[in-house]
């Protein structure tokens, strides 16, 4: 088998694992926000049924968020690396990394880096 026909078969398949990989994690943002849609509709009367809904959408997005950053990750790595192409992932990384430390500092009132508050053992 020659290098070339291994090279372009090689970066079909990562370019799909990176398409599959981007499309499980826009499955899991829909379906995260529509289950979280649906136990806030069914909770709704709860007096924290707001802030619940909140966190689960949140978290979700933060979810969705790393395994479309992953995605990128592979279908660049797929591409014949360029600047342009180097630029363009780092880019889309500093965009999606900045969305999930401001979803943390709303799901958990700190920036990531920050050390959370422990709470005291129960007794």
Do not use: C, N
Request: proline share 2%; aromatic share 10%; glycine share 8%.
């Amino acid at each position: 088998m020659h290098t070339a026909t291994f090279e372009a078969i090689a970066s079909h398949w990562t370019r799909l694992i990176g398409v599959a990989i981007e499309s499980f994690g826009v499955a899991v943002i829909v379906i995260g926000i529509g289950w979280s849609t649906y136990v806030f509709a069914r909770d709704r009367m709860r007096e924290e049924a707001y802030g619940v809904y909140k966190v689960r959408i949140g978290r979700t997005l933060l979810l969705g968020l790393e395994l479309l950053v992953a995605a990128d990750i592979v279908k660049t790595i797929a591409l014949e690396l360029t600047y342009l192409s180097l630029a363009l992932l780092a880019g889309l990384i500093l965009i999606r990394t900045f969305l999930s430390w401001t979803l943390v500092l709303e799901i958990e009132g700190r920036w990531p880096w920050q050390h959370a508050e422990r709470q005291p053992p129960s007794q």
